[in-house]
Each structure stands twice: as C-alpha cells, then as structure tokens.
C-alpha cells in the first residue's frame, strides 16, 4: 500500500517564476491538506482539499492556490515566487471525518534564487 | 486562532536520562498529534490523543492530553540516542493542525 506520494521532491525556480507541486494521498483517503515548513520552523497550514473544493484556508496570499483531482490526488500552485517562499511543502492525506490520523509525505523542497 | 506552545525548543540530554517536553495550546481542539521529523526528512506520526486523560505509550515514549488544561506532555524514558529528532505536537481544530515550533531533541551517550 503506497502512501503519500509527493513530486518533485527537489526543485530549483527562480524568484517570479511559478511552480506546481503535486500529491497523490494515501489509498482510501479522500482529503489532502498542505503545509509549508520554513528551516527551522514548524510546518504552517496551507489550505486543505475535499471534494474537489478548498475547505480551509489558511493566512497564506492567493500566489498560493490548490486544485483537486476526481482520483483525490492534489496539487499545490505558487505564482510570482519570492525569496521566501523557499521551504519544504507537505501533503498530509486523510479520511473526513472525526478521530482520522493524517499521514504526510516526504516532502517537496523548493529553493527559490 | 489556536497558539501553540512547546517547550523547551532545545533539548540536550545524556542516554538513559527522563525528561518531558510540554505542549500548551489556546483554544479547544478536536484531538491533539504529535510528530518526529529527521533532518531533511518529512514528518513521522506518533501519537494521536483523542480525548481528555488519553494516554498513550510506544516503547519509550508516552504521551498524555489534559484538555481542560490544554496541555500535552511527552515523556522520554531513560533516552537513547536514536531518539535524536525534532518533535512537534499538533493540535487539530477548524479542519486543520497548528504545529508548535517544536523541540529539538539531542541525546548524548
């Protein structure tokens, strides 16, 4: 049973080029949620996909923006990037609904320059 | 918005020696996670604490919840060195976790 699966898992942009990043969740999850970790930082929450829909937003600009797919795979886009956008970002997949663990990916690391 | 707290950030320790981490948080939550993450690498879940005085144990490591208290502990017993991490409580509330900085773990032999 794959778990969640994350591409690339490097990738280099320069600052105002955009970037898509893209996640398949755990087999039976219907839920994708995305995190940003700085280096030496928590991980922050992005926003959260259900249905084909945002279902949470959290205190990140539009540049950033989601989509997801009928199989449930999702992907992360991020337009005019900055310096700082440079970080690890994080799939996590799970089932709706209470009491569900979310399991994460391994992660894609983007470098900004 | 949910505020969560960690501490120490910084933990250095000698093998077999016990300590805990302590997780405070601000407001109600549905269930609180915690996590370890190696350098480089992504996050690994540990425990998940589903209600008030959850208590759970994985080989040296047990995690409680006090949800009137909105604090969690995490308890190292007589550490190793392969506990050397960063770890992370969450706390899942408004269709999301809130990570606390977390707590860089170092233990020495």
């Known amino acids: 049973d794959a778990g969640v699966t994350q591409s690339p898992t490097h990738l280099i942009k320069t600052r105002g080029q955009q970037v898509t990043l893209r996640c398949s969740p755990k087999?039976?999850?219907?839920?994708v949620s995305w995190y940003q970790q700085a280096l030496g930082q928590g991980p922050q929450f992005i926003f959260q996909y259900y249905e084909e829909e945002e279902r949470q937003r959290g205190n990140f600009p539009d540049r950033f923006s989601g989509h997801q797919f009928p199989n449930y795979s999702s992907e992360l886009n991020v337009n005019a990037l900055l310096l700082g956008d440079s970080a690890l970002y994080l799939c996590?997949?799970?089932?709706?609904?209470?009491?569900?663990?979310?399991?994460f990916g391994q992660g894609t690391r983007l470098t900004v320059v | 918005e949910l505020k969560v707290e960690q501490n120490p950030l910084f933990l250095s320790m000698q093998e077999g020696k016990n300590y805990t981490i302590y997780c405070n948080y601000s407001t109600t939550s549905d269930r609180l996670y915690w996590y370890r993450q190696d350098p480089g690498k992504s996050l690994e879940s540990l425990f998940v604490l589903l209600s008030n005085g959850a208590v759970k144990q994985e080989g040296r490591l047990m995690a409680s919840l006090d949800t009137k208290a909105r604090l969690s502990t995490l308890h190292i017993t007589a550490a190793v060195h392969d506990l050397s991490a960063t770890y992370f409580c969450?706390?899942?509330?408004?269709?999301?976790?809130?990570f606390g900085g977390g707590t860089r773990l170092m233990v020495k032999p």
């Open positions: 087999s039976g999850h219907d839920t």
């Open positions: 969450a706390p899942y509330a408004g269709n999301m976790l809130t």
């Open positions: 996590a997949s799970s089932l709706i609904g209470l009491n569900t663990e979310a399991f």
